[in-house]
């Protein structure tokens, strides 16, 4: 790898978090034990507010009439309507359209549904700094929040014509908010997928993949402890941990992990490929998908977490 391309990039780290942050950039993670009575309260996987709002559906008439006269003040109850007023405004008056979700999420910073379609309004038409504007405005010590914010840096991964050095920079920024939301609860399951999936792109030669490996191992551990309980999110876990254990070097563990994954979830596309490809060609698909030697932006869906909700609301 270009010597000179590495010490770009390490000081667009440097200068991200100081040097103190590039000490941690070096230093394995320090994972909480996970306990055999562990829950998803703990681990911040109970979505039951998400769940309401995404099943209860509403028209652009049935919203307009639950809206209160004036916007200035939205009381949390009403976010539902400014949220399904501003999504069925977003083809015909885009400004106005943010203006209402923007109105949702601050009633109710808490629903990842109201803040995830917000982010993904602003970020999927390159209003980045917008997005982090709103987020910075918002409370710090709500969890969603920090978590919007480290996805916009992750969005900000889909920019065309940047260099390699400006998106280590930004994973660097989404690593820190994951970070400082896994300082309030060290068990926050999304905050270790996320920070693990952003160690997952970098290149091998930066030595991050043995982060992504810790982290979705911790997050494959969760699962395992879980039991039958189930979440959107655990077929794309073994695929994503296999594919670290694969870029690793350790390919026969990370297709091991690819075929129990399928056994679990058997019409799980991704790990059919996998698995179909078989162990010979697993590091050459993980190129593919992971990039190996060069920093690979991931799948612009990869930050839509609306997975969650919307499954869970279809089994309903």
Not at 61 to 68: D, F, I, K, M
Request: glycine share 6%; with cysteine; aromatic share 10%.
């Amino acid at each position: 790898m270009n010597k000179r391309w590495i010490g770009s990039l390490t000081a667009a780290i440097i200068i991200a978090g100081g040097i103190g942050g590039y000490w941690y950039w070096q230093t394995p993670y320090a994972l909480p034990e996970i306990s055999e009575t562990i829950t998803q309260e703990q681990l911040n996987l109970v979505f039951a507010e998400e769940q309401e709002v995404a099943s209860r559906k509403m028209d652009k008439q049935e919203a307009e009439r639950g809206l209160p006269q004036s916007m200035d003040r939205l009381e949390p109850d009403q976010a539902p309507y400014a949220y399904y007023y501003g999504l069925s405004l977003l083809e015909e008056d885009r400004e106005q359209a943010l203006a209402y979700l923007g109105a949702a999420v601050q009633a109710v910073p808490t629903n990842l549904v109201y803040s995830t379609d917000y982010r993904i309004a602003l970020t999927r038409e390159n209003g980045y700094q917008e997005a982090l504007d709103f987020f910075a405005a918002l409370d710090q010590n709500v969890p969603e929040v920090k978590l919007q914010t480290a996805l916009v840096y992750v969005d900000m991964l889909q920019e065309k014509g940047v260099g390699t050095a400006w998106l280590g920079q930004r994973s660097t920024l989404s690593i820190r908010e994951l970070n400082q939301i896994l300082e309030q609860n060290p068990n926050d399951w999304l905050a270790h997928y996320a920070r693990g999936l952003n160690n997952l792109y970098w290149p091998s030669g930066l030595q991050r993949i043995d982060k992504a490996v810790q982290d979705l191992s911790f997050c494959l551990a969760a699962l395992k402890q879980l039991g039958d309980q189930s979440f959107p999110f655990w077929p794309q876990l073994y695929e994503a941990y296999g594919d670290a254990l694969v870029k690793s070097g350790d390919t026969s563990a990370g297709y091991a992990v690819w075929k129990d994954g399928l056994r679990h979830y058997p019409d799980a596309e991704g790990l059919k490929q996998r698995v179909d490809a078989g162990e010979e060609q697993a590091m050459e698909l993980v190129k593919q998908i992971r990039g190996i030697d060069s920093f690979q932006p991931p799948a612009p869906e990869i930050t839509d977490l609306s997975i969650i909700w919307n499954q869970k609301a279809d089994e309903s």
